[in-house]
């Protein structure tokens, strides 16, 4: 048994190993095919969040530069208001298409901070100014928020070329963008899937930060055309009386019937230029840079733009919040798509993370890119917590689970069967070493006192005692064949049984008086008593006969040592049942042989090391015997012996 555990154990493992391999590559592919599938989802967010907030920008990069004072003529005045308005950006609260904008700015080319919220200094005592305070306490914010991240350089007209120190702060951000890619999620399944193309992993695909800079045609240095009228007013608001002579003339333009075209307009008044502005002879339009997105701390984003006129440059732009910022571009693509509920994101502005959601310490990573221009330097990291199982994934974990039954159910089976005919066939080869020993016993003893006899070596006395020993010799060969005989029978199912109505005490009995004398030779008694009045039982007597035979010639084997050498024989009546108990008061049996010992050829000693004779088919017989009449047997353990039961019906 040994040997074949051994093999059966190295079987089953060559077996399960290509099968674990092919559920491991089953299972992996899977994962790819999910992990990519969630990845198209998650670029399409980001691409669509992109979208959005471009097409957002796209209106801010139209506002002509001159709605960043407070006052400003528009393109088609109105007449209750003499061509003079207030700027969109004045309202306030402040109202903006982008979401979260906290105020507009403007720096002058000398580096003083205005905002559309208020008039310049000049015009400050002649307009009233509704909510004045609140307008102050917000541009001071907003000029601590721009001022604290910026510095003012000197102007250039040539618009600025990238320099060493801009490309080496590039890869600088990079590297900490990759580290912190590193350090805040799991790339594992990135680098996994995408491992044959390492320029779609995240940490590949970081070189692409500028690709929507250079490839769009819209964030462009542009021009911005103005008539003279709204140039005259954008510079003039910083001299009370520039604007009123600005005023007057438009005043004569209108009386006299003359257009204020920007070709034909011309200022008359003192030196307006030493407002440092954009007043000249005929007013063209102001060259405009695309905005640029700049991130202060994890709360701002500042968006601001340049704007060139005769070598001058103003800056303007706004703050918006970044929590609105993201939630109005990022959260709702990332609910509204087909990622599961655990999908959330990081941000990350110069390689260091400025805004991430709740949730685990490292998230699985699914998809990162950098955010168009003028986003640029800001990357998007879509993230999930566990990656969920697709229909796919439910389908094979059945596959498996049904696999795993029948390969370990199989093998198990195998090995079951297995055993069980190896155990057999050991136990028929005890089976037939146990026959010849009880054929050789009787037939050598039967030899030997026929021997004595013929030979007239035994005097009258001892003769008697010898014609019984061959007597009880021949009736126990006889016991011994015809149970071998009958067990073939009964395996062959050609056993007929014959049905007849029995008192149950009476043939108790009479079996007691049969045996008493082989008992009393073995040195035991026969004991019968009755437990109440038994009804009458339909049972087949031969097979009746030889169950009871074989219980009390069991006892006796087994019991040859016991203090008390009695063999009880009980008949009582429970219900319809009628029981016939054989009990001895030997040491019993082993509890965990109890089930066991109705087992074919089954023994509870060892063949080499058995004390009581006998086949290890007795009680095999017994059990076979009363199936095949509808009768039971069971067996329990008394104090001290045991006890058999036949229940009859």
């Not at 919040?321 to 110069?350: G, H, W």
């Amino acid at each position: 048994m040994g040997r074949l555990r051994f093999y059966f154990l190295v079987f089953s493992v060559l077996l399960a190993l290509p099968v674990a391999v092919l559920l491991w590559r089953t299972y992996s592919s899977l994962e790819k095919e999910a992990f990519f599938f969630y990845r198209t989802i998650a670029e399409g967010v980001i691409a669509t969040a992109s979208e959005q907030f471009l097409q957002s920008l796209r209106r801010e990069e139209d506002r002509p530069f001159n709605q960043y004072r407070y006052v400003y003529v528009a393109e088609r005045p109105v007449p209750s208001q003499e061509g003079l308005n207030l700027s969109p950006l004045a309202s306030f609260p402040v109202e903006s298409e982008v979401p979260g904008v906290l105020g507009y700015f403007q720096v002058e080319p000398d580096g003083t901070f205005q905002t559309p919220l208020l008039p310049a200094a000049t015009l400050s005592g002649g307009i009233e100014v509704p909510q004045r305070p609140q307008r102050i306490e917000l541009k001071q914010q907003l000029a601590s928020i721009v001022e604290g991240f910026r510095t003012v350089r000197t102007p250039d007209r040539v618009r600025e070329q990238k320099t060493k120190e801009e490309v080496a702060r590039k890869s600088e951000a990079l590297s900490k963008l990759k580290k912190n890619l590193e350090s805040n999620l799991d790339l594992s399944l990135d680098k996994e899937y995408a491992q044959k193309d390492p320029d779609q992993t995240a940490v590949g695909k970081l070189a692409e930060t500028e690709k929507h800079a250079e490839e769009s045609s819209f964030f462009q240095r542009r021009v911005q055309k103005a008539s003279p009228m709204q140039v005259e007013v954008f510079e003039a608001q910083f001299r009370d009386e520039a604007l009123e002579e600005a005023d007057e003339l438009r005043q004569d333009d209108r009386v006299e019937g003359r257009a204020p075209a920007a070709e034909t307009y011309q200022i008359n008044r003192r030196d307006l230029s030493s407002a440092g502005g954009f007043a000249s002879e005929v007013p063209g339009g102001a060259d405009v840079d695309p905005f640029v997105a700049y991130a202060v701390g994890d709360q701002w984003l500042v968006f601001e733009r340049k704007v060139w006129w005769q070598e001058r440059r103003y800056v303007q732009g706004f703050v918006t919040r970044l929590a609105d910022f993201v939630e109005a571009f990022i959260r709702p693509q990332l609910e509204n798509s087909a990622l599961p509920e655990t999908a959330s994101y990081l941000l990350f502005y110069n390689g260091e993370v400025i805004w991430r959601e709740p949730g685990p310490q490292k998230p699985d990573l699914l998809y990162s890119a950098a955010l168009p221009f003028p986003l640029s330097d800001f990357h998007l990291a879509v993230t999930i917590d566990e990656l969920p199982e697709g229909p796919g994934h439910v389908t094979a974990n059945w596959l498996a689970a049904m696999l795993s039954v029948f390969l370990i159910g199989g093998l198990f089976g195998i090995y079951r069967l297995t055993s069980k005919q190896i155990e057999l066939s050991q136990k028929k080869s005890d089976f037939v070493s146990a026959v010849s020993h009880e054929l050789k016993s009787p037939l050598t003893a039967i030899r030997m006192y026929g021997e004595i006899l013929m030979e007239g070596w035994a005097d009258e006395d001892k003769r008697q005692g010898y014609y019984r020993h061959i007597h009880d010799e021949s009736e126990r060969l006889s016991r011994l064949i015809q149970n071998v005989l009958t067990l073939a029978q009964l395996e062959k199912s050609e056993w007929q049984r014959d049905l007849t109505v029995l008192n149950p005490m009476e043939f108790v009995k009479e079996i007691a008086e049969k045996l008493t004398a082989q008992a009393k030779r073995a040195g035991f008694e026969i004991c019968v008593f009755a437990d109440g009045d038994a009804k009458p039982v339909r049972a087949d007597r031969d097979a009746l006969t030889q169950i009871l035979i074989n219980l009390i010639d069991n006892s006796i084997k087994f019991a040859r040592n016991a203090e008390d050498k009695r063999i009880v024989l009980t008949v009582s009546q429970i219900g319809r049942e009628t029981t016939i108990g054989v009990r001895d008061f030997g040491p019993g049996i082993p509890r965990k042989e109890l089930k066991k010992i109705f087992e074919k050829f089954y023994r509870v000693e060892d063949e080499m090391t058995r004390t009581a004779r006998g086949t290890g088919i007795g009680l095999s017989l017994v059990k076979m015997l009363a199936d095949s009449m509808g009768a039971k047997i069971d067996v329990h353990n008394r104090d001290p012996g045991a006890e058999f039961g036949i229940l009859l019906s």
